[in-house]
T-cell receptor
């Protein structure tokens, strides 16, 4: 079965640079979620999109933005990167009305130097 | 803000022993998921419970959702070294279309399980 695809898997950036993370949800899933997981931490919700519209917003810095495109893939744009942004970034997708069974991608490991 | 308290944070046991991981909250959740996560990988869904009092079994793993849908437990029988990993509980509150929350997950702190041969 197709899973959530994330790219790139690893990304190394310098401080103050920008980064774009991509997520391709499971086909026919209508909702995409972004989570950030710091070292030794549990995943923290950043933002979600339902049918290409932002549906919820968590603890996402103003330096970050995201969108969902017509083909349902999503991109997380991160600007003015800081050392503290180094983390694993996960995308998850689901069909909203299916008891919220979210399926996670393999993640993007972002390292800010 | 919904919070999930997961315990214990660390668990180190011998092969063949039984164990239980707890997930507690003061909030009611519409559904609760249990995930297993390997280092550097995404969480993998083990089970979803949605009905108060529900019990689900997955081979040697038994999951229970509290009657009030505020707590859950994961019980592993006869643990094996292959069970070693990080276990996460996560709750979701689904509001209707007029609400502002569309199923984001609130995670517990996780339980790092180590099963020694």
């Amino acid at each position: 079965a197709a899973g959530v695809i994330q790219s790139p898997r690893h990304l190394i950036k310098e401080k103050r640079e920008t980064a774009t993370l991509k997520c391709y949800p499971i086909p026919r899933h209508d909702t995409v979620y972004w989570y950030q997981q710091g070292p030794g931490q549990d995943p923290q919700f950043l933002i979600s999109f339902y049918e290409k519209m932002q549906s919820d917003k968590g603890s996402i810095p103003d330096r970050f933005s995201a969108q969902q495109f017509s083909d349902y893939h999503s991109e997380l744009n991160m600007s003015s990167l800081e050392l503290g942004d180094s983390a694993l970034y996960f995308c998850a997708s689901n069909l909203l009305l299916t008891h919220n069974e979210q399926f996670f991608g393999p993640g993007t490991r972002l390292t800010v130097l | 803000t919904q919070l999930l308290e997961q315990s214990p944070q660390f668990l180190s046991i011998q092969e063949g022993e039984n164990l239980t991981v707890y997930c507690n909250s003061s909030s009611v959740f519409s559904s609760l998921q249990w995930y297993r996560q390997e280092p550097g990988e995404g969480p993998v869904l083990l089970v979803t419970v949605v009905t108060g009092g529900e019990v689900k079994k997955l081979k040697r793993l038994t999951f229970q959702f509290g009657d009030a849908r505020k707590d859950s437990s994961l019980h592993i029988t006869a643990a094996q070294p292959g069970d070693t990993g990080l276990y996460l509980c996560a709750g979701a509150v689904n509001l209707n279309a007029g609400g502002t929350s569309y199923g984001k997950l609130t995670f517990g702190q996780g339980t790092i399980l180590t099963v020694h041969p």
